[in-house]
């Protein structure tokens, strides 16, 4: 069953992440990560390609698990407690979720199934969630005869039948056309409105600077900058996010943590 939401406002963070390490052999994936994600907010998590954005999130959803270092989840341990943090959260990753070969309800009916829900409550929730993502046309549609921007919607659609209090969208509208893309903000507007946490990873600096109350920029592993788009732009004297990004992952630049060792 989901998680019952808290009536009043809630000063733990919706996510805590102290000292987080990762590595693969001898190369670091994550050098002693250090995030605090408040209740009902939107923070960025950007990076090139290498970075640890998705190692990050893979371990925060309870899917890999750190070398060393504590994550929380609304104050569950992601390692101890990791059934108690899977029922508070939903994922859309980077490839979808979606079952090419069942239709839009059949999708979302599965899901609910997949999270527990009676029958009836189920059906009920698939229902408001084809009306509220705009896919009522396509309902009865095999999921593989959908446009690329319908699916993504479809995905995170699945993501939220559970009514996860923070959500992960790992590059959630690459490859999508502009308006796809416009339209998947507006669902995360929606989300975070309703009081979910959003932590999003993304290669779009616009995209990031729409949506995100909160930018983290992460660099060979490292966070070397954690902020408000504004602050970001003012500390670094700068117009837009893609200016700051480039100061911060140009080579050679300081990478944050240099001093610190990872065991």
Do not use: C
């Not at 660099?219 to 480039?246: I, N, Y």
């Amino acid at each position: 069953m989901p998680a019952t939401r808290p009536s009043g406002p809630d000063p733990t963070p919706a996510i805590e992440v102290v000292g987080l390490h990762k590595r693969y052999g001898d190369q670091i994936v994550l050098a002693d990560l250090d995030l605090s994600v408040p209740v009902g907010s939107v923070t960025a998590l950007l990076g090139p390609n290498g970075a640890g954005k998705t190692t990050t999130v893979s371990i925060l959803s309870t899917l890999l698990p750190a070398d060393g270092g504590t994550a929380r989840v609304l104050g569950h341990d992601v390692a101890r407690e990791p059934q108690a943090v899977r029922r508070l959260i939903g994922v859309t990753g980077q490839l979808s979720a979606v079952d090419p070969l069942l239709t839009v309800v059949e999708n979302l009916r599965l899901m609910a199934d997949l999270v527990h829900l009676p029958r009836a409550e189920g059906r009920r929730r698939a229902a408001g969630l084809v009306e509220r993502f705009g896919l009522g046309d396509a309902a009865r549609k095999p999921a593989q005869q959908l446009s690329g921007g319908m699916t993504r919607k479809l995905d995170l659609a699945m993501t939220l039948v559970g009514d996860p209090r923070v959500v992960f969208l790992d590059e959630p509208t690459t490859g999508l056309d502009p308006r796809a893309r416009r339209d998947l903000w507006e669902q995360v507007r929606t989300l975070v409105g309703h009081g979910t946490t959003v932590l999003l990873t993304t290669q779009y600096l616009d995209e990031a600077d729409q949506l995100a109350d909160r930018v983290a920029v992460l660099h060979e592993g490292r966070l070397v900058a954690h902020d408000t788009p504004a602050g970001l732009k003012a500390a670094h004297d700068a117009g837009s996010l893609d200016d700051v990004f480039l100061a911060l992952t140009a080579p050679g630049a300081p990478s944050g943590a240099d001093s610190k060792e990872v065991a």
